[in-house]
């Protein structure tokens, strides 16, 4: 392989990704056919109204999901290359946190309460690196101070509860960067937090993206964040990808009936609130998913056609695709 096709290769991509549960007896599927990649170096956001399956794609590729009730249902989850979906327990436990790690909503869900935030990081950075006591302290210092936070060497030796929540998250980014991860997945790490502080770890992501050249996948339910911070986006509903764009033609050409729903529901500083309209309905449960499309039910555009049968991921303009009949066939008739 040549450098530039190494480069060109996704860092992590999917391909017709299921995940299923166990309800009651039956198998049902909370990802199908999720199909993504991203990039080194890119931010790619997921978005979707809580229950499209953003957090179930993620914890699939870690494999974090109850293993008991969860199973993987077909497709690739490919690390450079190498599909995840045959390693043993013991490889994936290697992978996490060294090879890919996670950062959470609620930072205290990764912390642990009762020690110092520089043992821990220290302690992440021992799990993967052979390194002395010594070392893993240098480098966990490192860190904190990538991460910006004031006066790191003192608060080196502070607990998780010293911290104000956005520094805790920033604690938190500083220990899933610890091993230098290819890949960062992000869910929801800034919706508990204020809109300026927020806004400060939205650049500071951006930022580490950057220095480390990582492919970044960042879940959100907020397009407003989606705008500070993507490249590419991928729109999910209901368990399935609905559309793929980058972040520009998203925002210029929203062209799935839901992406236009979720643009009109999101308040927007430009725009007069009162025009807000919040989509009627809800996403349905993973047991309840209709036959066709699963937005038919609350889509402007629906045919009888949409509800006989699924539609399939179509390409509407470069790198630009939609799962809806309607709109891929009106493009069809413009192309
Ligand atoms: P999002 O992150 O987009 O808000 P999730 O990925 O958490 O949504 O959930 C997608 C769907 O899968 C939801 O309908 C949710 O209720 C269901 N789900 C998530 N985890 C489980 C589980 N462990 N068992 C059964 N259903 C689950
Ligand atoms: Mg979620």
Redesign the pocket.
Known sequence: MNPQSISEAPALELRDLRTE?R?GGAWYA?ARDVSLKVMRNETLAVV?E????????ALSVLRL??EA??RHGGGQILLDGEDLTTLSEKQMTRLRGDAIAMIFQEPMTSLNPTMTVGDQIAEAIRQHRRVSRKEARRLALEVLEEVKIPGAEKRFDHYPHQFSGGMRQRVMIAMALACKPRVLLADEPTTALDVTIQAQILSLLSDLKTAHGMAVIFITHNLGVVAQIADRVAV?YA?EVVETADVQTLFARPTHPYTEALLRAMPRVDADTEKLQPIPGSVP??NAVPKGCAFASRCPLKEPRCEAERPNLTCVGKEHHVRCVVRAEQYEGRA
Do not use: D, E, N, Q
């Open positions: 549960f309800i909370a979707g809580s229950g499209s399956g953003k957090s179930v794609t999901l109850p009730a969860t999910m368990g449960a993973i």
